[in-house]
């Protein structure tokens, strides 16, 4: 591209990748600012008559750059404001969530005055501005590209740029890893983590731009085997180290996407290599040649749906791989975690905003205005809460941001297009009469497989550092060569002619509509406060009445505004008010915070019975797995503004994996009786629940009413348990994922669990000799297996003095510890392995294997305890005065929390 055009339109795509991946609007802004006078050139230099023909050179109004103006217009009608009666027929379900909030803020009387008021159709105007600006420079880039693929090898030189912008990126995001840097050139500092080797501040957007890279060097490689082969080395190696930074940036949608496109892209041009060296001969007779061309066109169209389903499977991958036998197998390597962690919610998602779009057919609720209007559509029971700023689906945010007619147009669009590219590259047709033309479409359609595979798992057209490259490889390869000179007093001359005309005059449109509309998209983006900030809720609480009402007018369905408000009404007292916004907010964004904002309000102002309902749907399944900070909720809010006991157990009904929790914080922030009336209402509530029965134990060996404890257990023992739960891989995944007690806290076998809490009952009141003598009363399944539970209650109770303990309980120890640390278990678990290793070495002689492994556990654990317990058995003073000192010298807490008890070891040890 050895023009002004080439060099802008590199530039406009450098720009991009290196301004954070082109996410902000500033970029959009100077994308469209460096567009215009390049399209306003492309205008004026059509008219120019050619000087070897005579004639002019069309401009190309491509079909991207139609539908990136009809996206542009949408934007700019849903930013006008439109009167009362448009828009009810445009968007009832935008005007009635608008007229909804200001009845919340102002009353009913007070919107009778406002329902003649003009606003936008867009729920979010400022972020469909910055949506329109951006489409506004696709537009004209795109026809900027159109123009540049009638230059000279337009094809290889984008190939090029795609490598040289694929190392410059990566130079340049390798001295900022190297340096240590946390802002972008210094200058933009972003607010999540900034991922390495990249430019881009997500990490999903910097691998798809390796991804675009390595395509580009690897189509290059295979373009130049032949008569390049250096450039086709050097193209081949920066296409592995693209794909290695990709990798490294774990983005596994991009892997996929990417991987698919490859393959196909090199396994079709083995084909074509082979078609080429080996043509099918041509046969006489028109019904042969018919046959033949019929041939070709069905395997043709074949392998054009094939390569659309294999697009289609990857985010349809969970329906129909979780119904085959493979799926047990699956969910254990990484393409099934990868299913079940984000493709599974990002077809939630998708599903979501499909039915989110019924509700704002024809224009849709606002471009760029997703977070406000998809969380009343989500399952909250998949999709963890926070706030969802795209659908991760290009075509699934375009049906409920701009409608249907417009998504359907490029939909239509991306489909003619894709099989436009498969059916250019000719790999089925007898001969191939043009490789390098068939090479071309080649790359195209990997770079096409590439990209609407990812549209599928991410949003590309988001990020202008991918969009503007995306549309430049288009559009520059799908037209792909000069115009032919038409022979002189040719018949379609004049057609030609009559379509210069008319696509200057169309371009000419476009290019004035843009001026306009990115004026006043420009203008609303900066005259609108962002609505994304953090402190939206503290502008609303200093905020005048007339001030709030611009704001719901802009933003009616923003929850933080209606929760700060509630929040002050709360604090000024008003009970009826700060209920009626929180619950406001909540319809708005029905996630777990909002609820528990709520809750906690209802509770605020006496209404203790709606609180525990709250409660109880807060800290059931339809919440459970997307909450955030689930303890903290118990013990900060749940326990504090419910103190019915009933109540209490009937809010925290469905999340038995917090039920010990909240008992040992009843304990300490009431008392232990609470704590024991806790326990029993829950063993009420479930009464074959053992977990509810194991803490009304606990319960009262907390209020030291340890007999009590004792007779429970020991009922505990006698009980006829149900059978049992279900297995944990019958359950649903996304329950596992917090732990199965979460949803399950049934035992596999109870009544061992029983017989080793009557066992710990007993050692709890003070007699361990007789805990011991109850446990060896157990009587050993045929299996010859003790019960986990029952084990590790051994494993607690081992004899003070290993020589006086009995040749059944050393042989019952040895057992436990056998079966209990065969596995593999977590640190505090292998405390008590090791300590009953260095037990058993202990009675059976092995005084030096004893004191290595105690004196493993005086290291790795920071407690020298039970070394100097040992020390004196084996009547080691000096050992242990040398234990001592080394503890006195050593000032850290870990070390010298234990010295009171290692200096009366002494003495000890001198008695024996």
């Known amino acids: 591209m050895k023009n002004i055009l080439g060099t802008i339109a590199a530039l406009v795509c450098l720009v991009s990748v290196m301004a954070v991946g082109g996410v902000h609007t500033q970029v959009a802004i100077a994308v469209v600012l460096v567009a215009l006078p390049a399209v306003f050139y492309v205008i004026i230099s059509s008219a120019k008559p050619n000087k070897k023909t005579g004639a002019s050179t069309p401009i190309s109004v491509s079909l991207p750059s139609l539908i990136f103006s009809i996206f542009a217009f949408i934007c700019f009608l849903q930013i006008l404001p439109l009167p009362p009666q448009i828009q009810e027929i445009l968007s009832p379900q935008a005007r009635a969530l608008y007229l909804e909030s200001l009845t919340v803020l102002e009353g009913a009387e007070a919107v009778s005055a406002a329902e003649d008021l003009w606003r936008p159709l867009s729920l979010d105007p400022r972020e469909t501005a910055d949506r329109g600006l951006r489409w506004i420079a696709l537009a004209l880039l795109a026809l900027v590209g159109a123009r540049l693929s009638r230059e000279r090898h337009a094809w290889r030189d984008t190939l090029r740029a795609g490598v040289v912008f694929g190392w410059l990126h990566l130079g340049v995001s390798w001295l900022h890893n190297v340096f240590g840097a946390t802002t972008f050139f210094g200058v933009y500092e972003p607010l999540g983590n900034w991922p390495a080797f990249t430019m881009f501040v997500n990490s999903n957007q910097g691998a798809a731009f390796y991804g675009l890279a390595s395509l580009a060097g690897l189509i290059l490689a295979r373009r130049n085997l032949k008569t390049k082969p250096i450039e086709a080395f050097l193209s081949g190696v920066s296409a592995i180290i693209f794909v290695l930074f990709m990798l490294e940036l774990n983005s596994s949608g991009v892997n996929l996407a990417y991987s698919l496109a490859s393959i196909l892209y090199i396994a079709q041009s083995i084909w074509m290599v082979y078609r ?354 689930l303890r903290g909720w118990v013990s900060e809010y749940l326990l504090k503004d419910i103190t019915d006991t009933t109540q209490r157990v009937q809010a925290l009904q469905g999340a038995p994996a917090h039920w010990a929790y909240a008992l040992s914080h009843i304990r300490r922030l009431d008392d232990k009786t609470r704590a024991v009336e806790f326990a029993l209402e829950l063993a009420e509530q479930n009464p074959d629940n053992f977990l509810a029965n194991r803490l009304v134990v606990e319960a009262y060996l907390g209020a030291k009413e340890f007999l009590i404890a004792q007779f429970w257990a020991e009922m505990m023992v006698a009980k006829d348990w149900p059978a049992e739960s279900p297995a944990p891989q019958e359950l649903d995944s996304r329950f596992k994922k917090v732990g199965q007690e979460t949803f399950d806290s049934h035992h596999e076998d109870p009544h061992s669990a029983s017989l080793a809490l009557v066992a710990h009952a007993i050692s709890r009141s003070g007699d361990r000799d007789g805990a011991r003598r109850y446990l060896l009363s157990i009587e050993v399944p045929e299996s010859g297996e003790l019960a986990d539970e029952v084990v590790y209650t051994t494993l607690q109770l081992l004899p003070a003095e290993p020589s006086e303990a009995t040749p059944e309980e050393v042989a019952f120890i040895a057992r436990a510890s056998k079966s209990y ?3 593999q278990r977590a640190r505090n678990e292998q405390l008590l392995c090791w300590q009953a290793e260095a037990w058993l070495d202990e009675q059976r002689g092995n005084i030096d294997d004893a004191e290595l492994v105690w004196k493993r556990i005086a290291s790795d654990y920071e407690n020298p305890l039970p070394l100097g317990e040992f020390f004196v058995r084996q009547r080691q003073c000096i050992a242990l005065d040398q234990l001592i000192a080394q503890h006195k010298e050593t000032r850290s807490r870990p070390a010298t929390r234990w010295l009171g008890r290692l200096r009366s070891m002494p003495r000890r040890c001198a008695a024996k």
């Open 821 to 823: 640390c065969r596995n």
């Open 276 to 629: 080429v060296a080996h043509p099918k001969m041509q046969t006489d007779g028109q019904d042969s040649s018919s046959k033949e061309q019929l041939k070709t066109r069905l395997l043709q169209s074949a392998s054009t749906l094939v390569t659309l389903g294999l697009m289609s499977a990857i985010i349809t991958l969970p329906m129909w791989l979780s119904r085959t036998f493979l799926w047990p197998w699956v969910q254990s390597t990484p393409v099934g975690i990868w299913v079940e962690n984000k493709a599974v919610a990002r077809l939630v998602m998708i599903e979501s905003g499909m039915r989110g779009a019924l509700d704002y057919p024809i224009l849709g609720s606002g471009a760029g205005s997703i977070e406000r209007t998809i969380a009343p559509y989500i399952d909250w029971t998949q999709i963890r809460a926070a706030s969802i700023p795209t659908l991760e689906n290009q075509f699934a945010d375009w049906f409920m941001g701009m409608g249907f007619l417009p998504t359907i147009a490029a939909l239509a669009l991306f489909l003619s297009g894709f099989t436009f590219i498969s059916k250019k590259t000719r790999i089925f047709s007898p001969t191939i009469k043009s490789p390098r033309s068939a090479q071309r479409y080649l790359g195209l359609l990997a770079f096409a497989i590439y990209a609407g595979t990812l549209v599928q798992m991410h949003f590309p057209f988001f990020a202008l550092g991918l969009a503007t490259c995306i549309v430049v490889v288009f559009e520059v390869g799908l037209k792909g060569g000069r115009l032919k000179n038409p022979p002189e007093g040719a018949v379609w001359l004049r057609v030609r002619n009559l379509h210069i005309f008319a696509s200057q005059r169309v371009a000419l449109g476009l290019l004035g509509a843009s001026v306009l509309a990115a004026g006043v998209f420009a203008l609303t983006w900066s005259n609108l406060e962002d609505t994304r900030a953090v402190e939206i809720g503290a502008r609303a609480q200093a905020a005048s009445q007339e001030e709030l009402r611009q704001m719901v007018s802009a933003v009616p369905t923003e929850s933080r505004i209606f929760t700060a408000l509630a929040f002050q009404a709360a604090q000024a007292d008003e009970g009826a008010r700060a209920i009626a916004l929180a619950e406001h907010a909540f319809a708005l964004e029905p996630r777990a915070n909002e609820l528990l904002f709520l809750a906690h309000i209802e509770a605020h102002f006496g209404k203790k019975a709606t609180a525990a309902d709250y409660y109880t749907r807060l800290f059931s399944p339809e919440y459970l797995y997307t909450m955030h900070s």
